[in-house]
């Protein structure tokens, strides 16, 4: 599916009502937020982000300390190695992983996204989706954009909507509103 600019949104199978209208590209830095946000949403990554850092920590003081006390073993050279892994993992985790989506978000192209009172309708170069409020029922928000989400353990369903892509400032607030009335709040 080709999109052009003078298409409208409505025609090409959004749905109905006073919707907001998003046209962006997604980023990989857009990916690496929204990565953040529903590891900080989601209670199974909840998890894993007071996990890691305790592994990681764990790990750093043991072989750490055992350097330190003049043990150099392989095993302590082992444990300080792994817990500076987790640590540097920890903080580059979601930009590695939205660098493996880089291409696929490329051939997606520019994106139009309505978001109205009956869900969300994306449209890309590469397909066309139109999501009811229930397949994503909460959303999160940060300076940069907003961020639809399951959160079910077993599902990694989001959809990023950067704010850059709305036509004028008074969207975010539509926007808000929209997502207010129809998600959860996280």
């Known amino acids: ?3 052009n600019e003078t298409e409208p949104a409505a025609a090409a199978g959004a749905g109905t009502g006073d919707g907001v209208e998003l046209v962006y590209e997604v980023t990989t830095a857009d990916l690496a937020r929204a990565i953040r946000v529903r590891a900080r949403a989601t209670p199974a990554l909840r998890r894993e982000r007071w996990l890691l850092p305790l592994l ?6 043991i072989g750490g300390g055992a350097l330190l006390a003049g043990r150099t073993t392989a095993k302590s050279v082992l444990f300080l190695a792994l817990g500076l892994l ?20 490329a051939k997606a192209g520019r994106t139009r996204t309505v978001v109205d009172g009956s869900g969300i309708t ?14 994503q029922p909460a959303y999160a928000e ?9 959160l079910d353990k077993r599902a990694a369903s989001m959809t990023i909507l950067p704010k850059r892509g709305l036509r004028a400032p008074e969207d975010a607030d539509r926007l808000r509103e929209l997502l207010d009335a129809n998600l959860r709040r996280i």
């Open 142 to 150: 940060t300076d940069e954009l907003f961020l639809t989400l399951d």
């Open 1 to 3: 599916m080709h999109m």
């Open 56 to 61: 990681g920590g764990s790990s750093v003081l």
């Open 86 to 105: 987790l640590c540097a993992l920890m903080l580059i985790g979601p930009r590695l992983q939205a660098r493996a989506f880089a291409g696929m978000l």
């Open 122 to 135: 994306v449209l890309t170069q590469q397909y066309a989706t139109r999501m009811e409020w229930t397949a």
